[in-house]
């Protein structure tokens, strides 16, 4: 399973971005999908995480109430809508399937990973 992260970019504060995972050659739609981000110099952390169904989502305290994660099983999709960005958002993010019907937020319980695409966002 290989997963490409995409819709990166650069923008203001306070715009948004919609940052889309995609897998070529398999399905997505049994998978666990996470999405994480790791800015220089820090530790990589989780922030959003969606069910295979797209049921059950969970988030990270620091993108609460401003990202939201969604998926498209048709279309073989995941999505991270990010609103109201920060500066503090700037990272790169990626997204990582687990197979499981559980939500873990430790990226050690992902077993495969997008390359990442870079999101930054200027004062």
């Known amino acids: 399973l290989q997963l490409q992260a995409s819709g990166g970019g650069l923008v203001q504060a306070g715009g948004s971005l919609r940052l889309s995972c995609t897998a070529s050659g398999y399905s997505l739609e049994y998978y666990v999908i996470g999405w994480f981000r790791q800015a220089p110099g820090m530790e990589r952390e989780g922030i959003a995480y969606?069910?295979?169904?797209?049921?059950?989502?969970h988030y990270a305290d620091s993108v609460k109430g401003r990202f939201t994660i969604s998926r498209d099983n048709a279309e073989n999709t995941v999505y991270l809508q990010m609103n109201n960005l920060k500066p503090e958002d700037t990272a790169v993010y990626f997204c990582?399937?687990?197979?499981?019907?559980?939500?873990?937020?430790?990226?050690?319980?992902?077993?495969?990973w997008g390359q990442g695409t870079q999101v930054t966002v200027s004062s």
């Open positions: 990582a399937a687990s197979i499981g019907d559980l939500l873990p937020t430790r990226g050690v319980f992902y077993s495969y």
């Open positions: 969606i069910s295979s169904s797209g049921t059950d989502k």
